[in-house]
C-alpha cells in the first residue's frame, strides 16, 4: 500500500497508477454473475476485500489488471468487454462524466478526454484525437506494462467500446445506425455477437493501432444532455482532482498534451517554455525530476503522429513529411529511421 502525499489517498495494491475505485466495483458485479467470487478476482492483487467498501482509495494499475487476468483465466467469454464497458455508464466515471454529459459535442467530450483522463486512470494511459477531411478518431495507447495480450486486449475493447457507446447515449443515438468503427492490434479471442453491438459499428482485430473511427458530422451533434451550469461544476471539481495529481510528474503530461494538440513542426524547447510561462532551465529541471526530456516527449509524440498517418492514410512520404512539419521527406526518413530502426516506406509495408 502505498500513499500519494501530495493527492493524500491511497492505492492500494501493486501499480505507481492509482485508478479510480469504481472500475473495480463494477469489475466485480459483473464477475459475480459469472459465479466467481470476489475473493478469487482479487487473488494475488495484494488487494483487501475491505477495499470495496473504503472511501477515498484507489487501485494500482497492475492490481487491476491482475484483476482483470483472474476474470479472463477464469470465464472463456469473448464478450467480457463488451459486457463491462456497457456497465460503465456516465457516472463510473465520477466529476469527468458530468463534465462528459454536459458538454457541447462529442468534440468538445473528446477534448476532455484527451487532457484529463489521468484523473480517472492515475495515469500510464493515453487519449489522442486526429482529424481527417471526413472523420475523426479517437487513439487509445497503454505507456505501461500489462500482463499479457489478452489483459492489452480487454483493456484496449473495453475503453474503446465505452468511448463509442457513451458516445451514442450523449447524441441520442444508440437505435440510430452510425457508421463508426473500432481497430484494435490485437487478435481477436472469439466471435462478438452482432446483436450486442449499436446498429453500424463493426470491430477490426490486427489493425496498425487502437482507435475508435466516427463520421465527422457525428462529432459535432449536440448533445441531449449538454448544460452549461452543469458542465461548469463539474470543470471544477475535474481540476481540483488534476491539482491533486502529483504536480511534479504533472509537468510532463502538460507539456505532452500541449505537443498533441500542435499542428505541424513542434515548436522548440524556448517556444514551450514562453507558452508555460517559465524558463527554459526550469522547465528542463522539472522533467529531469521525473526522468523525461523535452527532446524525448517531442519524439514521442512525433514518432506516434508518424505511425499512425503511415498506418492509416494513403498519403505520401512527402505528404506526412509536410504534415509533421519537415523540411522534405529526407529529413523525415532519416529522424523516423532512428526512432524505428525502418524507413517510413518499410514500416509502411511491415
Request: overall charge neutral; hydrophobic content about 35%; some cysteine.
Amino acid at each position: 500500500m502505498k500513499v500519494d502525499q501530495a493527492a493524500e489517498q491511497v492505492i492500494l495494491g501493486d501499480g505507481q497508477y492509482g485508478m479510480a475505485m469504481e472500475y473495480l466495483f463494477v469489475f466485480q458485479e459483473l464477475a459475480m454473475e459469472y459465479g466467481i467470487s470476489p475473493q478469487a478476482i482479487l487473488k494475488g492483487t495484494g488487494v483487501p476485500l475491505d477495499a470495496l467498501i473504503q472511501q477515498g482509495v484507489r487501485i494500482g494499475h497492475r492490481s487491476f489488471s491482475q484483476a482483470v487476468k483472474n476474470l479472463i483465466d477464469a470465464v472463456e467469454d469473448p464478450t467480457l468487454p463488451i459486457q463491462y464497458a456497457k456497465r460503465m455508464t456516465m457516472l463510473r466515471h465520477g466529476a469527468l462524466g458530468y463534465a462528459f454529459q454536459a458538454a457541447k459535442n462529442l468534440t468538445e467530450t473528446s477534448g476532455l478526454l484527451t487532457k484529463y483522463i489521468d484523473t480517472r486512470s492515475g495515469g500510464g494511459q493515453r487519449f489522442e484525437r486526429i482529424e481527417s477531411e471526413d472523420t475523426i478518431s479517437i487513439l487509445f495507447s497503454i505507456e505501461r506494462q500489462e500482463l499479457g495480450p489478452d489483459v492489452e486486449r480487454f483493456q484496449c475493447l473495453t475503453l474503446l467500446f465505452n468511448i463509442e457507446y457513451l458516445g451514442r447515449y450523449l447524441t441520442g443515438t444508440l437505435r440510430e445506425t452510425i457508421a463508426n468503427e473500432i481497430q484494435l492490434t490485437s487478435s481477436a479471442r472469439g466471435a462478438i455477437p452482432s446483436n450486442l453491438l449499436p446498429p453500424g459499428l463493426t470491430i477490426k482485430f490486427e489493425q496498425p493501432v487502437n482507435q475508435v473511427v466516427c463520421p465527422k458530422e457525428y462529432y459535432y451533434r449536440p448533445l441531449v444532455t449538454s448544460d452549461s451550469g452543469v458542465f461548469n461544476t463539474a470543470m471544477e471539481q475535474v481540476l481540483k482532482e488534476m491539482m491533486l495529481l502529483d504536480p511534479v510528474a504533472d509537468i510532463a503530461l502538460i507539456v505532452r498534451n500541449k505537443l498533441r494538440d500542435h499542428t505541424g513542426k513542434l515548436p522548440p524547447l524556448q517556444k514551450m517554455a514562453d507558452d508555460l510561462h517559465i524558463s527554459t532551465s526550469s522547465l528542463k529541471r522539472k522533467l529531469k525530476n521525473v526522468g523525461a526530456t523535452y527532446q524525448q516527449l517531442r519524439e514521442s509524440v512525433q514518432f506516434h503522429k508518424a505511425n499512425y498517418l503511415l498506418g492509416t492514410t494513403q498519403y505520401s512520404i512527402e505528404q506526412i513529411a509536410e504534415l509533421l512539419g519537415y523540411a522534405d521527406g529526407s529529413n523525415f526518413n532519416k529522424a523516423f529511421k532512428q526512432w524505428s530502426g525502418l524507413t517510413p516506406s518499410e514500416y509502411r509495408k511491415k
